[in-house]
């Protein structure tokens, strides 16, 4: 049944079959961390996060526990799928709870190719971000590589063909996707640069988002992108509604910025129109009332909600806030059978080093528009 779901009881994920892609989220209650096993079992890691520990009212523990850095759990939790290297890692923009555990994570599992968002615009100076250009540096000219918004070839199957599959990046830096070749153009004025402090976007708005499409099936993640311009910000600042009308409809979006209250706008909701939206959070404030709303009003696609986390503070706050999800805690996988015709969701114990299944949904029909 479409939706439905099934207690397993504590059995280990199902083995990929070949033609498989697995979507991981990985919770660590520490940051955002997206494993990709593409069809031909070529690994991408999207960010690795590792905030600080922060007031236990606003802050869930750290998952499995704190007897390991939250990149080296990420790593950990590779190896146990079997995971041996990793092709790729992408760090969408420079804050620490997609970038701070990335350096733990390449101790762990070897990385062919880093790629980022380089350093146009300019990166913070934040001790995380100089961490991270330092370890970069460290890694040649080789081993790094600058996004490119539009392209589809910078993240791609490498150990065998398959047909029909993507990986597109349709934005970043400030850029957006042109909808049709492999080019892009600016969501911002010419000027953005020389405007007073308050009127220029920050580090969000340079999130990279990608559109991941196999066969029928499509996936959004765009890591902290912007949809709701606050407090007197110019309008352009809503870097959401350019970026979903390039992207179109989809069967799974991931939550951008953590569904926090300048995210997830009603257009490009109804744009993307997922059957399955995903919430990375770590946070008291993931995700906000409005977004809730939003996710939730029936005049929009009301997406099947799952959640690495919901936090008691946050249920405090929101009464009602648990019944709009499948779940409570885990990881969130989603499983696409070969060819791209159908998806399962699976939520694992993020409590448990070992992963195991606590739920399954679907099978959903992934639907091609």
């Given amino acids: 049944l479409l939706g439905a779901a099934v207690l397993l009881h504590g059995e280990t994920l199902p083995r990929r079959q070949a033609g498989e892609m697995a979507l991981h989220q990985i919770h660590t209650g520490r940051g ?21 520990d922060g007031p236990a009212l606003t802050m869930g523990p750290r998952r499995p526990d704190a007897t390991r850095r939250p990149g080296e759990w990420i790593a950990a939790y590779g190896k146990a799928l079997g995971v041996e290297r990793l092709e ?9 709870d997609h970038i701070a555990g990335i350096e733990d994570v390449a101790r762990a599992l070897p990385v062919r190719k880093l790629i980022d968002r380089g350093e ?9 971000v100089e961490r991270y250009r330092e370890f970069a540096k460290g890694l040649g000219s080789g081993g790094r590589e600058t996004i490119r918004v539009g392209a589809s070839d910078q993240l791609k199957p490498v150990l065998g063909q398959v047909e029909e599959f993507e990986i597109r990046t349709v934005a970043g830096n400030g850029l957006v996707w042109d909808g049709a070749g492999d080019g892009a153009r600016s969501m911002f004025p010419a000027n953005w640069k020389r405007l007073p402090a308050d009127e220029q976007p920050g580090e969000n708005h ?16 765009g890591a902290d992108l912007v949809g709701v311009a606050l407090d007197g910000a110019p309008a352009w600042h809503d870097v959401e509604t350019p970026v979903a009308k390039v992207v179109g409809a989809v069967d799974v979006a991931v939550i951008n910025h953590h569904g926090w209250l300048d995210s997830t706008n009603e257009f490009f909701l109804r744009t993307l129109a997922p ?11 993931h995700p906000d009332h ?7 009003s029936p005049r929009g696609p009301r997406p099947d909600l799952f959640t690495t986390a919901l936090l008691e503070a946050s249920e405090a706050v929101f009464g009602y806030l648990r019944e709009p999800f499948r779940n409570r805690e885990g ?23 070992a992963a195991p299944v606590k739920q399954v949904f679907g099978p959903y029909r992934s639907q091609r528009r």
């Fill in 120 to 128: 146009d615009p300019e990166p913070p100076r934040y001790p995380v």
């Fill in 88 to 96: 790729y890692v992408l760090a969408t923009h420079y804050h620490d």
């Fill in 290 to 296: 409005g977004v809730l709303r939003r996710l939730r």
């Fill in 275 to 285: 059957k399955v939206a995903i919430l990375p959070a770590w946070h008291a404030s």
């Fill in 32 to 52: 955002s961390a997206l494993l990709i096993v593409m069809p031909d079992g070529t690994t991408a890691l999207v960010d690795a996060g590792a905030v600080p």
């Fill in 331 to 353: 990881h969130i996988v989603v499983r696409v059978a070969a060819g791209g015709q159908e998806y399962r969701v699976y939520v694992l114990d993020a409590a448990d080093p």
């Fill in 206 to 221: 340079f999130s990279i988002a990608l559109r991941i499409r196999y066969g029928a099936f499509r996936y959004f993640t």
